[in-house]
């Protein structure tokens, strides 16, 4: 059987492969000899749409080497690639840790939250990589991403919201890492910025922030959108975990 992967994170790419999600995830994580060492996101793709994607290489490359063996990863395309899958073909996400342990994050309607703060931050992930200040809530600010109507849009976009550090009440803000006085008094300086802003609805906080994102600065989810709207899919939160993916939440470094 031959599953379809779309890699946002840390490269974009879709991938045919013969292993299920989590044996692809621990693969391209830490490979078979354990020389890497790197986190992974990725959703499975619905195959065999459109003609943008060459869907008979992948089923003459992906096969099983002579001795049985599967094959792990056939390359059909490292460019452009989430602009061209839409939105319906996406199956569930996954988030692999830097030890290849894998967890699926499964769609759900996406639902503008009825306590807004006002603003928040986003961690772009596919295509651009950028960390955003926006007083934008996740729809509105998929949306604005997506509207060919701008000067400077984007035909797709796949972004995390992250949480937002109380400077006075670190202790209760959960594990999310490391954050010097310096990195936090920046964020809080550019989510001001955007709230009083009336003419800007988004500011640049990090354009390298690829190394520091890790999965516990992720607050509700992970979302998707293009022109024709937008997926979204919960991260469950400690307690579920804890209950549900125990190994997974502790590699993570979330319990």
Known sequence: MIHYYLTVSPVEALIASQLTPEAFGCYMAVGYRKGSAEQLIFAEVEGGFGDYFDWEFAKEKCVSHPNGDPKC?????????????????????????????????????????????????YKELCPITPLVASRLAPGDFAK????????????????????????NNLRDSGNVGTVSKMELDHIHDCLGQVALSGDKPTKTVDRSFCGKFTYQTIATGIYAADSSGIIFYPMPDAETLKRDNYDWGRSAYIL
Do not use: N
Not at 89 to 115: H, I, N, P, W
């Open 144 to 167: 604005y991403l997506v509207d060919d109507t701008h000067k400077i849009q984007l035909p797709a976009i796949m972004f995390a919201d992250i949480r937002i550090l109380e400077q």
């Open 73 to 121: 990863t056939s390359y059909l395309s490292i460019y452009r690639v989430l602009e061209h899958i839409p939105l319906q073909y996406m199956k569930s996400l996954f988030l692999t840790t830097q030890d290849g342990r894998t967890l699926e994050l499964t769609k759900a309607e996406y639902v503008a939250t009825e306590d807004w703060k006002g603003c928040a931050l």
